[in-house]
């Protein structure tokens, strides 16, 4: 019984991880798609605009 104490965890980290990967999978793209991809450009430049100040004054 001790093979099977030691094959669980590896076992439950090889299913969450094919779930994580299968949920990623399906997220990508559809209706959302660009919503998502307009809240990420606009995190972008929020980031871009607010270092470039501080770059030009150093």
């Not at 779930?19 to 997220?27: D, H, N």
């Amino acid at each position: 019984m001790d093979y099977l104490a030691a094959l669980t965890p590896p076992v439950v980290m090889a299913v969450a991880f094919t779930a994580l990967i299968v949920t990623i999978v399906k997220s990508q793209g559809g209706p959302n798609k660009a919503k998502e991809d307009a809240a990420a450009d606009a995190l972008m430049a929020r980031a871009e605009s607010a270092a470039a100040p501080k770059a030009h004054g150093a």
